[in-house]
């Protein structure tokens, strides 16, 4: 609707806050049977406040537009608020990706499979149909070239809003390394502040002298989130030579991501960007001030606390980074991630049986974590456990995991145990992931001669 032109004041009182009307009515200013001439080329209108659309009882809570199109949740535990994006209840992808939808929200205790049945019969089945950008966003995860490409047609859509295409480019520079510096390009030339956001975040993660040659161009951007977010992706890139003539623009994003910074000095997170900002200047004794200053602000999050770990850790204090995760833990005992750093931290430590208690922890909280089950495989194997650390990836691998890094070391102690069989049906399994690597298939046919079958 915000990309139609429909605007805040369209529902709110300048002054107030307040809405402009009560009910329904609110959203029939357009949505009604009437064309609305402002908004010819969008059709908005129709008959939605009817059983036709709502299928619930006229004047009941279900039949009320903003509760199946602005559901409301509760925001940092205190503030209940409606979804602005206002979308279409879609249960299907509730059951995919366990995304929240209207219609199990009230109707606690059915199922999503349920409202979809139910939309199908209310509505046909093209629904299932309309197009979303939640596979695209979901597909990151898992990466890839098929996750490159659903997020690029997103970037290059210009019937996306911008804060769609946005988005999509940041996560793209996330996940497509080199491959994808002529997107980021392009994008940090668009005319949409939101896509040269995104372009900036997204620089941050390509190769250095992709990201200088991007970046140089946003510092002097118009809009201050633009060169808030280039100064930040800078950050962790070697300074100040290789800036050479781009310096006095980088200083001058400095000061503006320094003036945001203390205009939020009351949020955890700004301290915490902040102090990342800094550990990537190699500052860090201020990085460090940063850091703390974001765990006493909000004591609940992890992020400072592991990156405080992580940097004692750069700067070869592991004691203290040891230390500090075990505090970590001690404040959010059930955080994967937290588990995780600690052990790793341990590892260091040289304290082989806490860091696998610790490993343990974290692949129980994240079972589907697949570089968990990984490491702690191999701090088993490292203390002589080779068996157990083979039979954690073993029934990984047998309850469907396709992670190779993890399939890759499970045939490294298949092969160490002599249990060829069952190094040759996971060889199998890479090898139809990877058909043309030829390391895989000399190491099948060794396997299959090893072990006399075909
Ligand atoms: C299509 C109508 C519509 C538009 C457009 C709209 N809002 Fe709202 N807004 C609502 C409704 C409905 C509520 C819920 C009010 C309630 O429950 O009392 C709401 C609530 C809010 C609240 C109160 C949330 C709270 O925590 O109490 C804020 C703030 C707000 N809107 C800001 C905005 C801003 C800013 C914009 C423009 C970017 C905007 N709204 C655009 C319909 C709209
Ligand atoms: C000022 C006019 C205006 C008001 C008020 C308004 N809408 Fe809309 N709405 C539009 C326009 C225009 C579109 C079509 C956007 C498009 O297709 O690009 C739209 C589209 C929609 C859609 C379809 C979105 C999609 O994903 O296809 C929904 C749902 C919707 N509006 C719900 C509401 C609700 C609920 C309210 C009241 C809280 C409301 N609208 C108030 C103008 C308005
Ligand atoms: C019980 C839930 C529910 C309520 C209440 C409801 N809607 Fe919808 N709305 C839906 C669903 C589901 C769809 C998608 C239907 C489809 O694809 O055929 C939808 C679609 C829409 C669309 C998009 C139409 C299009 O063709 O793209 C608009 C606009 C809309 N609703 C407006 C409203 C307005 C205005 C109200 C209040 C008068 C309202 N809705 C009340 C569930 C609801
Ligand atoms: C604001 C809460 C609310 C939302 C959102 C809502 N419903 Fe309902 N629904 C109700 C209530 C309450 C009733 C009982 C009828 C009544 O008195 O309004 C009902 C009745 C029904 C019924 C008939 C009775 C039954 O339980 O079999 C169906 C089917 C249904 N809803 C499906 C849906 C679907 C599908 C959606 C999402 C598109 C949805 N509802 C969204 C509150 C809601």
Sequence with gaps: MARAGVTCLDCHKPHEGVLKAEGNALCLQCHSETASERFAKQHP????????HTHHPVGSTGSQCVNCHMPQR???????????????????????????NACTTCHEGKTDAWAAEEMDKWYGTAWRQRKTIVHAFAGTAKGGPAAVDALRNLVEDRDQAGIVRGSAIAQLGRIGGADVVADVKAAAGDPDPLLRLGAAEAAGALPPAARLDILGELFGDETRAVRVAAAT?????????FLGDQR?????????LRAYIEANAD???????????????????????????????????????????????????????????AE???ASPDQADLRYGHALSLVRAKAMPAAIREFEEATRLDPGNARYKTTLSIALDSIGRTEDAFKLLAS???????????????????????????SLKYAEILGRQQPDNPRIADLIAQLRAATGAK
Excluded: C, W
């Excluded at 209108?45 to 036709?52: E, K, R, T, Y």
């Design 396 to 422: 990984a691998i047998d309850a469907g995991e396709q992670d190779a890094n993890l399939i890759g070391t499970a045939i490294n102690y298949g092969l160490k145990l002599g249990l060829y069989p069952e």
């Design 74 to 100: 509760t925001y940092m535990k205190v503030d209940p608020r409606r979804d602005h994006s206002f979308v279409i209840p879609r249960p299907d992808l509730s059951a995919s990706y366990g995304t929240p």
């Design 233 to 241: 992706a800078l950050g962790g890139a070697p300074t100040p030579e």
């Design 328 to 330: 970590a833990v001690a």
């Design 45 to 52: 209108n129709g008959l939605f406040d009817a059983p036709a």
């Design 248 to 256: 006095g623009s980088f200083e001058a994003a400095v000061a503006d």
């Design 267 to 325: 949020f955890a997170e700004a301290n915490n960007n902040y102090g990342m900002f800094l550990m990537g200047q190699r500052r860090a004794q201020d990085a460090e001030k940063a850091f703390r200053q974001a765990i006493v602000l909000d004591p609940s999050l992890s992020g400072p606390r592991i990156n405080l770990a992580e940097l004692f850790r750069a700067t070869g204090q592991d004691d203290k980074s040891e230390r500090t995760y």
